[in-house]
């Protein structure tokens, strides 16, 4: 709801929709890819989730920002979505070990931000009418020029993104002494998830996106970790490349969510943009190698094409959503890799599916 005292902010989607709100964080404009996270808590995680980058998220719960915002709680260097749109967006917050509002952390990172905004009725538009890119602005209520600057914003299918968010210098971490040495292709990694390998004692180098295999194996490793990251898979040929001459190698691979699909490229195994993808902490997926279910964290909008998985005989499906069906895990029958395409690192979200992790470790060992 629009209210008076506060300033006034409009988000236009490229389908014609317009819709009346409250500005937050920096007065501005900016522009993406509209999605929806479903997630009731963990909002500075996703935020700052690299696997966001080029993306305007929609919060669907009522409230975000009421518990603050401090440094632990970050998955990268810095906020990585390109806008947030909110219900509530909340400037008081209740945490005492908090650092910030998050007002005061959005106008700090440049996030330009629309709430007051029925979240569940966009949600649910978007769920009908699928992924589409969007606007807001805080500046400007000229809706006739902002749709026009958001008919000039690309599209998601084909856009290359991995390499803008990867480390461009390479870097460690864990312990040095360690028999287990994992090198690791940055595609927009998530810092829970080295958290999860180091916790383990593996010994950890991080790769620029377009490191070559030549260079990843100069680490002397025992394994190769492939990460998650935003864009099309689809446009990164290069990686689907290092990938291939990766298995080719025979060391224990895994791959996340990007590094999901990637595996899958690099397998003849094409990918597409899905309808709006998934994205959320309470996504249910099947293991069904060992029949059991879990819970898991997504963020995603391409999936791996099951009809060319099903023509692969070299490739074994693991995990499926039991939402939808869709493919969430793979493994190589005659090589050591497998990924999967949701986060098992789970910040924020459940631990069901850590146990992935230890899998890496012993295929290592």
């Not at 970050?74 to 749109?85: F, L, M, N, Q, R």
């Not at 538009?125 to 008919?151: P, Q, W, Y």
Request: hydrophobic share 35%; aromatic share 8%; glycine share 10%.
């Amino acid at each position: 709801m629009f209210l008076p005292n506060k300033r006034p902010a409009v988000l236009i989607l490229e389908d014609g929709t317009v819709v009346h709100g409250n500005a937050f964080g920096k007065v501005g404009t900016t522009t993406g890819e509209i999605c929806f996270n479903t997630g009731m808590t963990g909002y500075q995680e996703v935020f700052t989730d690299p696997s966001y980058y080029g993306q305007v998220v929609i919060m669907n719960t009522v409230h975000v920002g009421n518990y603050g915002v401090k440094p632990a709680d970050v998955e990268s260097d810095g906020v990585k979505v390109k806008g947030v749109i909110g219900r509530n967006l909340e400037e008081k917050y209740s945490r005492f070990i908090a650092a910030d509002s998050l007002q005061e952390y959005f106008e700090a990172q440049g996030v330009v931000a629309i709430d007051g905004v029925d979240t569940r009725a966009l949600v649910a538009h978007v769920r009908s009418k699928g992924a589409m890119n969007c606007i807001i602005s805080s500046e400007t209520d000229d809706t006739e020029s902002l749709f026009r600057k958001l008919k000039a914003v690309p599209g998601m299918n084909g856009l290359e993104l991995a390499s803008e968010v990867s480390t461009r210098t390479s870097y460690e971490v864990g312990n040095p002494d360690s028999k287990i040495r994992i090198s690791v292709l940055d595609f927009g990694i998530k810092r829970n998830i080295l958290n999860c390998l180091v916790e383990r004692g593996a010994y950890v180098r991080v790769h620029n996106a377009k490191t070559s295999a030549g260079v990843l194996q100069q680490f002397n490793p025992t394994g190769y970790f492939i990460s998650n990251g935003p864009g099309d898979p689809a446009s990164m040929p290069y990686a689907v490349d290092t990938v291939k001459e990766l298995l080719d190698t025979g060391k224990p691979l895994f791959g996340i969510c990007l590094g999901h699909q990637l595996l899958a490229l690099a397998n003849g195994i094409s990918t597409f943009k899905m309808h709006h993808g998934h994205r959320g902490l309470n996504h249910p997926v099947k293991n069904i190698i060992t029949g059991r279910c879990e819970i898991t964290t997504q963020n995603h909008g391409f999936g791996v094409d099951p009809e060319r998985v099903k023509a692969n005989g070299d490739v074994e499906v693991t995990h499926l959503n039991l939402n939808d069906n869709s493919i969430e895990g793979l493994r190589l029958k005659h090589k050591n890799a497998f990924s999967v395409q949701y986060h098992p690192e789970s910040t924020p979200g459940p631990h069901d599916s850590r146990y992935l992790f230890d899998e890496f470790m012993i295929r290592m060992n």
